[in-house]
């Protein structure tokens, strides 16, 4: 393995073999969705809100997802199944272009296409693929623009066209309205020019930043829509990183490299850690180089990142892509398939487990509980959504009134129509989230409101409404020992804060 190797745009003949499988475990995983009567999570059902009024910016994310749904929904309706609807498409998309990366990259190796291949199946196997495939997130979009993105990179390096560079561009503007993790591409990409000699020359090339330029053409609608509103999307970002407390927080670390295992794969996982502790027989071949900066570059900013402050497990799963190929080209060249075969196996295991554990309990007698039951925290919202649309039918001149980020956007979701005009109390008046942004009652005062809240107490709403009547109390159980429970209150006259 010497250098990266020039691709083309011609379909590969191998890809007819790869397609039927992305397919198949694309329909495993609407079938799983369907079996499941999978709930909206909150996150889920905080972008279809956002999908109402597209726009190029929202409070914690770009619009990407946004727009997702709104293309969805518009096609297939706004059932679960419709808001999600992109999800079972970019994955395949990213495990396809993964294909074409490892061809680009490795062509003219005998074991080139073998492992196209088998890098595609791992990474539509991996315990995020599976997860990340039946719910619509930000990391869907991302991974599928990051992995163009290594692919007309790739090319540029090789060929050094204007045309990689600035489709490379467009890519990771793409990926940057996406989610604004994309920016680590930057950093990556600098790692890997100054440790490729033969490459260091581009530092000093325009065609990289003309690539640059591309991709903040692209972003900068959002950073226009960020300027103003304060620039609320990278403060959410600062917020939730939490460095203004940063100090050394091993337990933190040690979370989130060990859920790393469970992103990845467990011997996904630790092949990729043995090709890490040896950095010198990565940098012997630039195109090991290559995907090495792009996996491990982020990854290690992550894990830092988690021992100063915190990092989600989720965060640095864009660094799987890359890390996907350098972990099977690395096993496929030497000829270590047991390897991948285990990998794979555990993999789909953890995935059946995921998608059937309803199943399985009942087989094993495993009863579900808030505890043993890992789709607990989405489950009851509908119902909940039930209640709440019949308070509403019940008082027609009344609109929802909610207080807290997660409930309110599942009751958007699930009381809609009803929950049309919907308002959002912030008596803190801290801007914590886009509702609070852009739906705050005081922005609507006048009218009836029902307010659905679990801890707010009749003589504090006093303060805030002139006219306050408890209508009921709403309980809807999910488990055995796990209820959702909110009050529900009839408002007048808002007063201000």
């Known amino acids: 393995m010497s250098s990266l190797a020039r691709g083309g745009w011609r379909l590969p003949a191998g890809i007819a073999g790869l397609l039927p499988i992305l397919a198949g475990l694309t329909a495993w995983r609407l079938l799983a969705v369907w079996h499941l009567d999978l709930e909206l999570y909150a996150d889920e059902a905080q972008y279809w809100s956002w ?27 706004d059932a679960e199944l419709g808001v999600r609807a992109a999800t079972f498409l970019v994955w395949p998309l990213t495990a396809l272009g993964l294909y074409l990366l490892a061809r680009r990259l490795f062509e003219g190796e005998p074991w080139a296409e073998r492992a196209a291949f088998w890098s595609a199946v791992a990474f539509a196997c991996l315990p995020m693929t599976f997860l990340g495939g039946v719910l619509i997130t930000t990391d869907g979009p991302l991974l599928m623009f990051w992995t163009l993105t290594l692919y007309f990179l790739a090319g540029a390096l ?13 890519t990771a503007g793409l990926g940057l309205l996406s989610k604004y993790s994309m920016v680590f591409l930057a950093p990556a990409f600098l790692v890997y020019l100054l440790t490729t000699p033969e490459h260091r020359r581009l530092l000093v090339s325009a065609k990289p930043y003309a690539a640059a330029g591309v991709a903040l053409a692209i972003l900068s609608p959002n950073l226009l829509w960020n300027a103003r509103h304060e620039f609320v999307s990278f403060q959410h970002t600062a917020e939730i990183s939490q460095l ?19 992103v990845f794969g467990p011997v996904m996982a630790l092949g990729l850690l043995l090709l890490a502790l040896r950095p010198k027989a990565l940098l012997v071949d630039r195109r090991l180089a290559f995907l090495a900066a792009f996996s491990l570059v982020p ?24 890390g996907t190929l350098l972990v099977v080209v690395t096993w496929i060249a030497r000829d270590r398939y047991r390897w991948l ?5 555990l993999n789909v295991a953890l995935g059946g487990v995921l998608y059937h554990y309803h199943d399985l309990a009942r087989a094993f007698d495993i009863e579900l509980t808030r505890k043993t039951d890992p789709y607990a925290r989405i489950t009851g919202y509908r119902a909940l959504g039930r209640e709440v649309q019949r308070l509403l039918a019940a008082h027609p001149e009344a609109r929802l009134l909610g207080d807290d980020r997660k409930s309110f956007a599942s009751l958007l979701y699930y009381a809609r129509p009803l929950s049309r005009e919907a308002a959002y109390l912030n008596p803190s008046r ?33 303060r805030w409404f002139t006219e306050v009547q408890a209508l009921e109390h709403i309980h809807v159980r999910t488990h055995r020992d796990h209820a959702l429970d909110y009050e529900a209150w009839l408002v007048r006259g808002f007063r201000g804060y």
């Open 51 to 77: 999908s109402l009024t597209p726009d190029w910016g929202y409070y914690s994310k770009p619009p990407m997802v946004a727009w997702l749904i709104a293309l969805t929904t518009g096609i297939f309706g």
């Open 158 to 170: 090789a060929c050094n066209r204007w045309r990689d560079w600035l489709l490379a561009g467009a």
């Open 244 to 262: 203004d407390r940063a100090g050394l927080n091993p337990d933190a670390f040690l979370a989130f490299a060990g859920a790393q295992f469970g």
């Open 299 to 322: 990854l290690a900013a992550f894990l830092g990142l988690s021992l100063l402050s915190r990092a989600l497990a989720n965060w640095a799963a864009f660094a799987y892509t890359a």
């Open 341 to 345: 075969a285990w990998a794979l196996g």
């Open 430 to 462: 801290n801007i914590g989230d886009h509702f609070a942004l852009t739906a705050d009652v005081a922005l609507r005062p006048a009218g009836s409101y029902i307010l659905v809240s679990k801890d707010r107490e009749g003589e504090e709403l006093k």
